[in-house]
C-alpha cells in the first residue's frame, strides 16, 4: 500500500468521478494497493465478502493488463502511421500555408474613395 502523488491524484481524478473540496472531497492523498498488495491482503482476510472483493480486483488488474498490451500495440500502430505520412503532412501544411498567405495579399486590396 502506498499513498498517491499530488500528480498521480490529478491523474486519476480527471478520469473519474471525485467529489470537489468543496462538497467534502478528498482533503488527503488516497491510498492504494498494487496488484501484489491485494494478493497479500487476500490471504489474510477470509472472510466470504473479503475474498469476494479480492477476486474482483484481482481480475479487474487482469483486465487492466489486457488492455495495456493492445494499447500499447495500438499506440505503435499510431506512431509508426505518423511517420509514412509525415511527408505528405508537410506538403500539405506547406500548401495550406501557401493558400493562406495568396488570401492574405488579397485582403490587403485598397477599397474606398481614394485622394
Given at each position: 500500500?502506498?499513498?498517491?502523488?499530488?500528480?498521480?491524484?490529478?491523474?486519476?481524478?480527471?478520469?473519474?468521478?471525485?467529489?470537489?473540496?468543496?462538497?467534502?472531497?478528498?482533503?488527503?492523498?488516497?491510498?492504494?494497493?498494487?496488484?501484489?498488495?491485494?494478493?497479500?491482503?487476500?490471504?489474510?482476510?477470509?472472510?466470504?465478502?473479503?475474498?469476494?472483493?479480492?477476486?474482483?480486483?484481482?481480475?479487474?488488474?487482469?483486465?487492466?493488463?489486457?488492455?495495456?498490451?493492445?494499447?500499447?500495440?495500438?499506440?505503435?500502430?499510431?506512431?509508426?502511421?505518423?511517420?509514412?505520412?509525415?511527408?505528405?503532412?508537410?506538403?500539405?501544411?506547406?500548401?495550406?500555408?501557401?493558400l493562406v498567405s495568396s488570401?492574405?495579399?488579397?485582403?490587403?486590396?485598397?477599397?474606398?474613395?481614394?485622394?
Open positions: 500500500m502506498f499513498q498517491l502523488s499530488k500528480e498521480e491524484f490529478e491523474n486519476l481524478k480527471s478520469q473519474i468521478v471525485i467529489s470537489s473540496l468543496n462538497h467534502g472531497g478528498v482533503r488527503k492523498m488516497p491510498y492504494v494497493f498494487t496488484e501484489q498488495g491485494v494478493y497479500m491482503l487476500a490471504t489474510v482476510l477470509r472472510s466470504k465478502v473479503a475474498v469476494d472483493v479480492n477476486i474482483a480486483i484481482m481480475r479487474t488488474f487482469t483486465k487492466l493488463r489486457e488492455f495495456s498490451k493492445h494499447y500499447n500495440a495500438l499506440a505503435k500502430q499510431l506512431i509508426e502511421i505518423d511517420r509514412k505520412h509525415d511527408k505528405q503532412y508537410k506538403q500539405l501544411r506547406k500548401a495550406l500555408d501557401e488570401s492574405k495579399m488579397v485582403d490587403e486590396k485598397v477599397m474606398g474613395f481614394l485622394k
